[in-house]
């Protein structure tokens, strides 16, 4: 790779975050061909020499190939994830995540973070619990989709049930002010700027009008990655819980996972 | 396919398990009444969309398979709409329900259920959309089992055959073989990725760990064969032979390169599975499986309302797996790309206009005032000096729809637009003259401006 390739790839995928050679869900982006044959021509030595140069900066570049789900046949996939030393990085930003989530525009930063985060969730319980997926099985992105109608449900869902057990079962009173101080349109649009948010960091691609499906890169960076951030929260609040229960958890769904030995 | 041996082999032992017999009752041959019309119709769409599901998942690699071209073949087919083969689709992906009893601890018996693997077609989740499915783990494995047993230990002699087809000269197997041989490679990666991937693989674990050297051997094995068989077709006699064989009606959807590509297509997935393997081979070696199952996070969501995490805490998660954005500008040359062509289009306006082509424009502003007001003007001037006050009075301001103010002042400025072929038009000035009320609510003050001929012209 010459030097104005390197300049050509790094630009490519600090804008798209992955670089797939034969795109199966979407057309191909402008210059994707070209950055994707870059890539594909590099050697090894020239591969890890482009690492060497990412790792400062907090990212490393991942191949994955036709023998992995989702890859289409004698193609290839590359993805910029971080390299999980995030301290390194300093124009890896996240505020964008509150002002997109301030839709009010006079949220505070705390609301914007508290509505941020149930979402996420939600939208991770639909991809992995509610599919009797492992944090670690990357390669079932595939399979990793939902509709933006089925996120906004089981998120109201979700208001509507912390609403029920309420205060009186000890929840935090802030919380619960946040989400259910919603009117009308507002979860939606949460939601909608949530999509937004995951989609524009490459984290889930919209396959279809309102059909998304988490990506390969997204897929990666939770398995690499969810013992340093998320498992720290949800670890703490799992330990803490007593006599709470998930809106819905005795239905079939959770049923399916309970297949063997009664 | 070999659907009734398998259907055959089961059949009973389906018989038992939905059995009513009470213990102790007396001995009575099975029922033979078994519902429908018997007409095999449902069964071979059944087999017929499993068997197509899973031709079309080697083939694209694709999470999903689009029903399209199912359905339009078996409606050809069968006397059947299309909601019939949704209806199947939809018959084979509902879970049923088995029990089977076990050894457990201490001689006792314990009961275990399954209902997950009954399904053998997948619809996307959380969606209802009903034009794409695929076949579950279940559902592969009844297709393998339909095409009797196919393990990757048994690859070599498939690699094998490759060898004996370019000995025997049958070209046309080649593609055929190899593209046998890349699906059970691709089947064999989808294993090590459970592994590497998935909780609770003791059974696949303690397999692997039994045959991992045999596993090895048999990817060295199809290595040296799809070697041993390119060599042997890249000699001289075979390759005469091979085009020999390309000019006969055989040959016709081959090319020179048909079968060299078959090899090399094998040997770079080989290459890879190869890597891959090493790598599971090295994870099993230093116990490192950290695998992390399934976690319960519409409980954590719940869990957060009652323990709200730091803010900290959540920027941490964010930073480490949410969303982010550069925090500096990172334009792409794309980005300008609208502006540029703007630039350009204007550039070559300029430069483009031919004198011919402009007519076809529509007239200017300052056209439209003097075809409305040219006669008028000219006419006045034959009689006198036309002061700009005057103009302004005789209603020279407005042009149908718009004002003509500055074009009226434009002709003061430039007397020849009036009339090219002479230029004995001049304006002089009335100091302070200028003092009137436009209809649009401003006031003109100022020198007054007097457009006459020269005293020569008349």
Redesign the interface.
């Known amino acids: 790779m010459e030097m104005e390739e390197i300049g050509r790839v790094y630009h490519y995928l600090l804008k798209h975050r992955s670089i797939e050679s034969k795109p199966q869900l979407r057309k191909s982006r402008p210059d994707e061909t070209l950055v994707a044959s870059i890539l594909r021509s590099a050697s090894i030595d020239q591969l890890e020499r482009f690492n060497e140069f990412l790792a400062p900066q907090g990212f490393k570049l991942v191949e994955f190939d036709d023998l992995t789900r989702g890859v289409a046949v004698a193609g290839r996939v590359w993805i910029l994830a971080r390299s999980g030393e995030v301290s390194t990085s300093s124009f890896l930003s996240t505020e964008r995540v509150y002002s997109e989530m301030n839709i009010r525009g006079k949220d505070s930063r705390e609301a914007s973070a508290v509505w941020f985060l149930h979402i996420w969730l939600i939208y991770l319980s639909l991809i992995y619990t509610r599919a009797g997926r492992g944090v670690s099985e990357v390669s079932s992105y595939v399979d990793a989709t939902f509709s933006r109608e089925v996120l906004e449900e089981s998120v109201l869902e979700h208001i509507a049930h912390i609403r029920q057990m309420g205060l009186s079962d000890g929840a935090s009173s802030k919380v619960v002010a946040i989400l259910d101080g919603e009117k009308g349109k507002d979860v939606s649009r949460r939601v909608s700027a949530f999509l937004k948010l995951m989609t524009a960091a490459g984290l889930i691609q919209e396959s279809e009008k309102n059909e998304y499906q988490q990506t390969l890169l997204g897929a990666y960076e939770i398995a690499e990655y969810y013992d340093k951030s998320l498992r720290i929260p949800i670890d703490n609040t799992l330990d803490n819980i007593v006599n709470i229960v998930a809106p819905n958890s005795e239905d079939k769904n959770t049923e399916e996972l309970t297949d063997g030995i009664d | 396919m070999e659907w009734p041996i398998l259907l055959a082999s089961t059949a009973r032992l389906l018989d038992l398990h939905d059995s009513d017999r009470t213990v102790g009752g007396s001995i009575y041959s099975p029922d033979e009444r078994r519902r429908g019309a018997g007409t095999g119709l449902w069964l071979d769409v059944g087999t017929r969309l499993l068997q197509y599901l899973y031709e079309r998942d080697l083939?694209?690699?694709?999470?999903?398979v689009p029903l399209e071209g199912i359905i339009s073949e078996i409606t050809q087919l069968h006397d059947v709409t299309r909601e019939d083969v949704i209806f199947v689709a939809n018959y084979l992906a509902t879970?049923t329900r088995l029990i089977t009893l076990?050894d457990g601890e201490n001689g006792a018996q314990?009961?275990?259920?399954?209902?997950?693997?009954t399904a053998l077609v997948?619809w996307?989740?959380?969606?209802n959309?009903r034009d794409r499915c695929r076949l579950s783990a279940s559902g592969t494995r009844a297709v393998l089992l339909s095409q009797a047993a196919q393990n990757w230990l048994y690859a070599a002699d498939d690699a094998g055959k490759l060898e004996r087809a370019i000995n025997y000269g049958a070209y046309a197997d080649v593609p055929q073989l190899a593209e046998g041989l890349i699906s059970q490679?691709?089947r064999f990666?989808?294993e090590i990725?459970l592994l590497?991937?998935?909780?609770h693989m003791e059974d696949l674990l303690s397999d692997f760990a039994e045959h991992r050297d045999d596993y090895m051997k048999v990817i060295t094995e199809v290595q040296g064969s799809v070697e041993a068989a390119s060599e042997q077709f890249n000699t001289k006699q075979t390759k005469e032979q091979y085009s020999r064989w390309l000019e006969t009606e055989a040959g016709i959807s081959f090319t020179p390169y048909t079968i060299t590509q078959s090899f090399t297509?094998i040997l770079q997935?080989v290459e890879?599975?190869s890597r891959?393997f090493q790598k599971l081979v090295s994870v099993l070696a230093s116990s490192k499986r950290?695998?992390?199952?399934?976690?319960?996070?519409?409980?954590?969501?719940?869990?957060?309302?009652?323990?709200?995490?730091s803010?900290s805490?959540?920027?941490?998660?964010?930073?480490?797996?949410?969303?982010?954005?550069?925090?500096?500008a990172?334009p792409?040359p794309?980005d300008f790309s609208g502006i540029l062509s703007l630039q350009q289009e204007e550039d070559s306006n300029t430069t483009l206009v031919f004198d011919d082509e402009a007519i076809d424009e529509l007239p200017s502003l300052i056209e439209r005032f003097l075809s409305a007001y040219r006669e008028e003007i000219l006419s006045q001037l034959r009689v006198g000096p036309v002061p700009l006050s005057s103009a302004v009075e005789k209603g020279w301001l407005t042009v149908e729809d718009f004002d003509a103010l500055p074009q009226l002042i434009g002709v003061y400025a430039s007397p020849e637009w009036l009339d090219d072929t002479n230029s004995e038009l001049a304006v002089s000035v009335a100091p302070n003259a200028l003092d009137i009320q436009l209809p649009d609510g401003n006031r003109l003050e100022g020198d007054d401006l007097i457009l006459h001929w020269l005293k020569s012209h008349s």
Do not use: M
């Open positions: 083939e694209s690699n694709e999470a999903w879970p076990k314990q009961r275990q259920t399954y209902k997950r693997e997948e996307p989740k959380n969606t959309r490679i691709r990666s989808k990725t590497l991937e998935r909780q297509e997935a890879r599975l891959k950290e695998v992390i199952g399934l976690v319960r996070f519409d409980l954590a969501a719940v869990g957060l309302a009652f323990h709200p995490c803010d805490i959540t920027e941490l998660c964010i930073a480490g797996v949410g969303p982010w954005s550069a925090d500096i990172a792409s794309l």
